[in-house]
């Protein structure tokens, strides 16, 4: 019972806004668009180190790490940009009739420039990391950044609005109705160009191939709002 009353009252106050809106007083309706394109800033990799057999003797995982821990600070990435988020352990036939125990973790690196996206894979490359691949680039002001586009969408509703009714000799008023209808958000920067392997799978987004370039598309953001406003 109590939906229902909710229902109607909701129905009812649609229908008695839109009688105010035709009624009381002219009016006009505009959306307003806005696109933004940013550059991300924070890249994330994911990272696989497997412990190997060199010369019969292993490679520890914790050798393996600060070799690349190492190697990120020559290149300028803190090491505090490296986390751990797994270790497990697999058997492995090491020999004719050996089997080792060898451990495997698991890790995310953040970048915060595509610029050195290069490097990094430069140093995968010298320590022969192969299982590597990146999940995600987005930008660390990203929430300012759709704000401003959302602004962005309703200054440009309320300029069209102006030059439209200046058309007519009119004059914009009081805005009597706002509604953000469309938002959206590319929030993976693609790959143009990637020189790399996985054995994850090959990465996704790859438009073309070119050695020793890597670049992202930029970041979309896409806002359209609807605002109604009185017309004076």
């Not at 090491?79 to 004719?96: A, E, R, Y």
């Not at 008023?173 to 990637?194: C, M, S």
């Amino acid at each position: 019972m109590k939906v229902t009353q909710t229902l109607i009252i909701l129905l009812f106050t649609t229908v008695v806004f839109s009688q105010s809106l035709k009624n009381n007083s002219p009016f006009i309706e505009i959306t307003g668009h806005a696109e933004l394109e940013i550059s991300p800033d924070e890249i994330y990799l994911d990272i696989r180190l497997k412990e190997r057999m060199k010369n019969g003797k292993k490679i520890t995982l914790n050798e393996l790490e600060n070799s690349l821990k190492k190697e990120l600070e020559i290149i300028g990435i803190p090491i505090t940009n490296l986390f751990i988020s797994d270790i497990n352990s697999v058997i492995s036939k090491t020999g004719w009739w050996s089997q080792e125990v060898l451990s495997i973790g698991k890790y995310s690196l953040k970048i915060t420039s595509p610029k050195k996206l290069k490097k990094v894979f430069e140093v995968f490359k010298k320590l022969k990391i192969t299982d590597t691949r990146i999940t995600k680039a987005t930008h660390s002001k990203l929430t300012l950044f759709k704000k401003k586009n959302r602004i962005a969408a309703i200054k440009a509703a309320k300029e069209k609005a102006k030059y439209l009714l200046n058309a007519i000799n009119a004059t914009i008023g009081k805005p009597l109705k706002v509604n953000e209808t469309e938002h959206q958000l590319q929030d993976f920067a693609q790959l143009n160009h990637l020189n790399t392997t996985s054995e994850y799978g090959s990465i996704s987004k790859v438009k073309s191939y070119k050695k020793d370039i890597i670049q992202f598309e930029n970041i979309k953001l896409t806002s359209s709002i609807y605002v109604v406003f009185q017309i004076k």
